[in-house]
């Protein structure tokens, strides 16, 4: 569970954390996208120990979960700031 902000008239403003963690969002989004363009070929692996190729699927699979993990903090930021606007805190 995400810990989230009290969202009060002495604090940061729904729209400006809806905003923010939207642009987050928008940003791994576009790394996701540049990661899953980076070549990432078993032909440049096969010189190596067989279990490179299997070990840099590993790596590359544990970087597109961690962003996803990040999209996934941003997001609930972003609900809950969308939640306050529209009476539902």
């Known amino acids: 569970?995400?810990?989230?902000?009290?969202?009060?008239?002495?604090?940061?403003?729904?729209?400006?954390?809806?905003?923010?963690?939207?642009?987050?969002?928008?940003?791994?989004?576009?790394?996701?996208?540049?990661?899953?363009?980076?070549?990432?070929?078993?032909?440049?692996?096969?010189?190596?120990e067989p279990i490179a190729w299997h070990t840099a699927q590993a790596e590359r699979a544990e970087a597109f979960r961690l962003l996803q993990l990040v999209s996934d903090y941003a997001s609930a930021w972003e609900m809950h700031a969308l939640d306050h606007r529209c009476g539902r805190d």
């Open 1 to 48: 569970m995400t810990a989230l902000p009290t969202i009060h008239l002495n604090g940061t403003g729904a729209d400006s954390l809806e905003q923010e963690y939207r642009k987050v969002r928008n940003a791994i989004a576009a790394a996701t996208d540049a990661l899953a363009a980076a070549t990432c070929n078993r032909r440049d692996f096969y010189p190596q």
